[in-house]
């Protein structure tokens, strides 16, 4: 075994699925032909690693992960590049923070260089499922769960990690659409000392009943509060928010209740490149509302892999309706979508180092 290999076997499957329709891909509504598996257990540590055929899971009804939700995932994409490359954004970075959710979650951590050299082996073998359109992409989705079959609560003893990936066309087919957003101020998202730092499944689970009565009342997303005071913004749905006032770009600061979005990190680290004044700052509702109504607030936009850059078109709060730049989308969110959309696809200088290379 190679130092920075895992000892992975490969099963192909013995006959491939027909691709769908690349012009009505959505967002994770398919799976490629094949997918990664590894084992974790007390006494073996990560074993039975191997590539093969997407397939159902058979797992104890008695599997923690059902009863008790030890739960991480990730989300990343590949991308086609110039002349065929196929490109991943970051995908270290997405490791390394599924280690931190495993942290957390009392979950194993897995070995993130071996890992990756698997997910582009994954990746190469399944490339013909990479979208060529404008804006589509490869999304690739990591995730670990408890499946020791026992019941009564404690860290489950066996673990399992895989990578499965669907094809998903581009968020904005048609260009952006600026969302309206309500500023939820009943139900709270993530409070200090949990776990919403994690990328852990109950923290969505605890999220679709305030998404789904902000999309009955016509809103896309839901802007969350801190859920001490409900005053201060943390994030919007499952992307990073960012705000535009007096031509500083603002978002809150990493504390323990956000999620360490990579996209958040790769916008404030071009906003500095592109000289911007950039503020990681915590912002209350009342100040985003009144830098609106004064005309001080120009932008307002979510960031995270599925959308890159999300443009707010306008605020509910509290009966109120505060419209964020004639709900067009702004320069700076523009630029960003753009700049992103290009270093991804590597049309730009990779001055970061953040694109791996696949093929
Ligand atoms: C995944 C996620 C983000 C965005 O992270 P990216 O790494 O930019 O995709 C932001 N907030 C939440 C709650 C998330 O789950």
């Given at each position: 075994m190679l130092k920075n290999e895992l000892d992975v076997s490969l099963s192909k499957a013995e006959t491939l699925k027909e691709k769908p329709d690349q012009d009505n891909l959505g967002f994770g509504q398919y799976f490629t032909d094949h997918m990664f598996v590894m084992?974790?257990?007390?006494?073996?540590?990560?074993?039975?690693?191997?590539?093969?055929?997407?397939?159902?899971?058979?797992?104890?009804?008695?599997?923690?992960?059902?009863?008790?939700?030890?739960?991480?995932?990730?989300?990343?994409?590949?991308?086609?590049g110039k002349d065929g490359a196929i490109l991943l954004f970051r995908p270290e970075d997405n490791l390394k923070r599924l280690n931190n959710s495993a942290v957390r979650?009392?979950?194993?951590?897995?070995?993130?260089?071996?890992?990756?050299?698997?997910?582009?082996?994954?990746?190469?073998?399944?490339?013909?499922?990479?979208?060529?359109?404008?804006?589509?992409?490869l999304y690739i989705r990591p995730t670990m769960v408890a499946t020791e079959g026992a019941l009564g609560l404690r860290p489950s003893s066996e673990y399992l990690f895989f990578i499965i990936k669907s094809p998903v066309g581009a968020y904005y087919a048609e260009g952006f659409s600026p969302t309206r957003i309500y500023v939820e101020d009943k139900y709270v998202r993530a409070v200090p000392g949990g776990v919403g730092e994690a990328k852990t499944a109950g923290n969505y689970a605890a999220s679709v009943k305030a998404l789904t009565e902000a999309q009955q009342k016509g809103y896309t997303q839901v802007l969350w509060l801190d859920a001490l005071e409900h005053k201060y913004v943390e994030e919007v749905g499952t992307s990073n928010i960012f705000f535009v006032i007096n031509d500083e770009l603002i978002t809150p600061p990493l504390g323990?209740?956000?999620?360490?979005g990579i996209t958040r990190d790769s916008v404030l680290q071009l906003a500095r490149d592109w000289g911007i004044a950039v503020d990681e700052r915590r912002i209350t509702i009342d100040e985003v509302i009144a830098a609106a109504e004064d005309g001080t607030l120009t932008e307002a936009f979510g960031a995270g892999t599925a959308a890159v850059i999300s443009p707010v078109g306008e605020f509910g709060y509290q009966g109120k309706t505060i419209m964020i730049n004639n709900g067009k989308t702004g320069a700076l969110s523009q630029?960003?979508?753009?700049?992103?959309?290009?270093?991804?696809?590597?049309?730009?200088?990779?001055?970061?180092?953040?694109?791996?290379?696949?093929?």
């Open positions: 084992k974790w257990s007390r006494e073996q540590g990560w074993h039975d690693a191997e590539i093969r055929p997407y397939e159902d899971f058979h797992i104890a009804p008695a599997a923690m992960v059902f009863h008790y939700g030890q739960a991480i995932f990730e989300g990343l994409k590949a991308y086609r979650m009392c979950m194993p951590r897995i070995p993130v260089s071996k890992v990756l050299q698997a997910m582009k082996g994954l990746v190469y073998l399944d490339r013909d499922w990479i979208p060529e359109g404008e804006g589509a992409a323990g209740t956000i999620l360490a630029r960003l979508f753009d700049g992103i959309q290009a270093l991804q696809r590597g049309m730009m200088q990779d001055e970061h180092n953040w694109l791996v290379r696949v093929a």
